[in-house]
């Protein structure tokens, strides 16, 4: 089966962008839209984010693009919600990505 033409250029354009952040030395999941920011233990910014996928006192998880991220701490709560952005406040005793079996990697 012949693929498409959209998505030959849709397979194109994603090479073109992965080749460009190469030759600009820009860390792929920049690219991609992820970039998480942490200021001291209390403060957390996450862009690109989809979903909140758990939300307590103690643990928030997020479903970035292929990927989910847990939050743990204690007094956690979300400040702001918009457009990919989530801001946490709270005492952060760690930040882990979350495989597929829910492990961390």
């Known amino acids: ?16 962008i992965q080749r460009l952040g190469q030759k600009l030395d820009i860390p792929a999941d920049v690219i991609n839209g992820v970039h998480i920011e942490l ?8 862009r690109g984010c989809r ?4 939300y307590t006192e103690t643990e928030i998880r997020v479903r970035l693009f292929g990927d989910t991220l847990q939050v743990c701490g204690s007094g956690l709560y979300c400040t702001a919600y918009h457009s990919g952005v989530i801001e946490i ?17």
């Open 39 to 46: 200021r001291g233990r209390n403060n957390l910014t996450i």
């Open 51 to 54: 979903k909140i996928l758990l």
């Open 89 to 105: 406040d709270g005492k952060i005793d760690s930040i882990c990505f979350i495989g597929q079996a829910g492990r961390a990697i």
């Open 1 to 16: 089966m012949k693929p498409k033409k959209d998505d030959t250029k849709k397979a194109n354009r994603m090479s073109m």
